[in-house]
C-alpha cells in the first residue's frame, strides 16, 4: 500500500522565526538558517532580498542555509530520529511525500516585502515528491559526490556534504508521478497556493487545527497518521496536529476517497 507521508519543511517560531513568503498563488518554502553541511547561500536560491526584508535584517542574503527538500532538482535528505521514523513506519520506493509549512500573505509598501496584517499565519501544503530512489549515504557522503563527478558546491544537497549520523538517507523523485491514479505530473514539484493546498480551517483561532479529509480521521474509520494516537486531537472534520515531529506517515485503508481528494489537490494547484 502506498503511503503518504505529511512532511513539515521551512522555516518555524523556532527555526527562522517566521512564516514563509506567500503572495497570491506563488508560494516559497524558506530553506532553514544553518551554518553546517552547507555551501548554500540565500543569494543562491534568489531568496536574499526577501530573507532580508521580512526578517528586518536579522537573516542576511549571505548566509547560508539547508536547502531540503529541493524541488527544483527532486531531491529530500533525512536522517536522526525523523528517518529512523521513516525506516520504522517502512517508507519505501514509491511512497508519497507531501510537504506543508508556515506561510504568511506579503505585500510591497515603500518597494519593501512585509507581511499582511490581514493574514495571521496558516499552515498548507507547498509541494510534493514520490519517491524514486532511496540513497543511504551514511556518515560520510563524500563517496556520494565522487560517484557522480561532482565536487561540494551551492548546488549540492546538505545531505551529500560534511559529517551526518550513520543514518543519513537521501530520498530521489521519480520522474513521473504514478501513485493513487495520479500520472499526469512530474514525480515532484511545487504547489500553487488555492483553497486546497490551505491546511488551517481558522488560522486566526489556531493554524495548527487543519481540515481534516474523512479518509485520515479515525472518527471516520479513517487510517490516521502517526505521532496523532491520541483520539482527543481529531474532530468531526479537523484535527490538531502535535507542535513537534517533521513526518507523519500514513497508510490510506479508504483508497477510492484518498485518490479523490490529492486529485483535487493537483488539480486546483
Known amino acids: 500500500m502506498t503511503k503518504i507521508i505529511f512532511s513539515r519543511k521551512g522555516f518555524d517560531s523556532s527555526t527562522g522565526g517566521m512564516p514563509s513568503y506567500k503572495r497570491d498563488e506563488t508560494l516559497i518554502s524558506f530553506p532553514i538558517p544553518s551554518q553546517k553541511n552547507t555551501l548554500t547561500t540565500y543569494n543562491d536560491?534568489?531568496?536574499?532580498?526577501?530573507?532580508?526584508?521580512?526578517?528586518?535584517?536579522?537573516?542576511?542574503?549571505?548566509?547560508?542555509?539547508?536547502?531540503?527538500?529541493?524541488?527544483?532538482?527532486?531531491?529530500?535528505?533525512q536522517v536522526g530520529a525523523a528517518q529512523t521514523h521513516l525506516q520504522n513506519n517502512k517508507v519505501k520506493v514509491g511512497d508519497l511525500f507531501l510537504f506543508w509549512?508556515?506561510?504568511?500573505?506579503?505585500i510591497t509598501i515603500n518597494k519593501k516585502t512585509v507581511f499582511s496584517k490581514k493574514d495571521p499565519g496558516h499552515y498548507r501544503f507547498f509541494g510534493w515528491l514520490q519517491i524514486g530512489k532511496i540513497i543511504h549515504l551514511g556518515k560520510d557522503p563524500s563517496w556520494y559526490l565522487a560517484e557522480t563527478e561532482q565536487n561540494?558546491?551551492?548546488?549540492?544537497?546538505?545531505?551529500?556534504?560534511?559529517?551526518?549520523?550513520?543514518?543519513?538517507?537521501?530520498?530521489?523523485?521519480s520522474k513521473k508521478l504514478d501513485a493513487f491514479g495520479l500520472k499526469d505530473y512530474y514525480g515532484f514539484g511545487k504547489f500553487k497556493a488555492s483553497e486546497k493546498t490551505n491546511l488551517s480551517i481558522n488560522p486566526s483561532i489556531k493554524k495548527s487545527k487543519w481540515k481534516c479529509p474523512k479518509w485520515l480521521n479515525p472518527k471516520h474509520g479513517g487510517c490516521g497518521m502517526t505521532y496523532h494516537n491520541d483520539l482527543t486531537r481529531w474532530d468531526e472534520n479537523t484535527v490538531d496536529v502535535v507542535g513537534r515531529g517533521q513526518e507523519f506517515v500514513a497508510v490510506p485503508n479508504k483508497v477510492d476517497e484518498c485518490k479523490k481528494w490529492l486529485r483535487n489537490i493537483f488539480r486546483d494547484a
Open 45 to 77: 536560491c534568489r531568496l536574499g532580498k526577501y530573507i532580508k526584508e521580512l526578517s528586518n535584517n536579522k537573516i542576511q542574503p549571505t548566509d547560508t542555509c539547508h536547502f531540503d527538500p529541493n524541488l527544483d532538482y527532486g531531491e529530500f535528505g
Open 101 to 106: 509549512g508556515w506561510f504568511r500573505e506579503t
Open 152 to 173: 561540494p558546491n551551492s548546488t549540492s544537497h546538505p545531505h551529500t556534504i560534511g559529517y551526518w549520523k550513520e543514518n543519513n538517507t537521501l530520498y530521489l523523485a
